[in-house]
C-alpha cells in the first residue's frame, strides 16, 4: 500500500506548487529539499533508536506521521504550512520502510533473502506509477488533492495495521 499510494503522489508535486502554493521551479525545489531533509531526519532518528525500538512499534510511530503530513500536505495553501507536511512525509517513509525491510530481513530464512527483498523491491518500485496513474483517473472524478488526500488515509490505516502483525509474527 505505500508503494501504491504512498509514492504515488510525487509527480504531482510541481502541480502542488504551482495550483496550492502558487509558486514555481524555486517553491518545487525547496519542497524536493525539506523532503530531504525528512529523509535525513528519518534516518538519523532509526539508526539511534533501531537497537531500542521493536519494528512494529516503529511502523506504528512512523504510519501517524507519514499519513498525517500527506493528508497535511493536501490541505496546505501556503509554503509554511507545507514545510513541517513535506518534512514529515520524507521522516515517516523512511521510518516506515526500514522497519518493514528489517522484518522481512530478519524473519526470511538466509537461502531466501535475496530473492524475498527483490520481489519486495519489485513490487514496491513497480506500484507507485500504478498509484501515479490511479490518482490521475481518480482526479477526473474527485479533485487530485482530495484523491491523495483520501490515499493517505488508506496508507496510514494499512501501515497501522501492518505494524499490528509485525508483533503478532515476530513473536515479540
Same mark, same amino acid.
Given at each position: 500500500m505505500l508503494g501504491l499510494l504512498g509514492v504515488g503522489y510525487m509527480p504531482f508535486l510541481p502541480v502542488f506548487a504551482r495550483e496550492q502554493l502558487h509558486g514555481g521551479g524555486q517553491v518545487l525545489g525547496l519542497?524536493? %529539499? =525539506?523532503?530531504?531533509?525528512?529523509? =535525513?531526519?528519518g534516518g538519523v532518528l532509526i539508526s539511534v533508536t533501531s537497537r531500542r525500538l521493536h519494528p512494529g512499534l516503529m511502523l506504528a510511530a512512523a504510519a501517524p506521521v507519514y499519513a498525517g503530513s500527506l493528508f497535511g500536505l493536501t490541505r496546505a495553501s501556503q509554503l509554511l504550512l507545507a514545510v513541517?507536511? $513535506?518534512?514529515g512525509i520524507s521522516l515517516g517513509f523512511v521510518a516506515a520502510n526500514t522497519a518493514m525491510l528489517a522484518t522481512l530481513q530478519t524473519l526470511t530464512p538466509g537461502h531466501m533473502r535475496g530473492r524475498v527483498l527483490s520481489l519486495y523491491t519489485l513490487a514496491f518500485s513497480g506500484a507507485g506509477p500504478l498509484g501515479t496513474l490511479l490518482y490521475a483517473g481518480l482526479s477526473r472524478a474527485i479533485p487530485l488533492f482530495q484523491a491523495i488526500g483520501v490515499g493517505a $488515509? !488508506? !496508507?496510514?490505516?494499512? $501501515? =497501522?495495521? %501492518? %505494524?499490528? *502483525? $509485525?508483533?503478532? *509474527?515476530s513473536g515479540r
Open positions: 519542497m524536493y %529539499s =525539506l523532503g530531504g531533509i525528512g529523509a =535525513l531526519a513541517p507536511c $513535506l518534512i $488515509l !488508506v !496508507v496510514g490505516a494499512a $501501515l =497501522l495495521w %501492518s %505494524s499490528t *502483525r $509485525l508483533g503478532i *509474527r
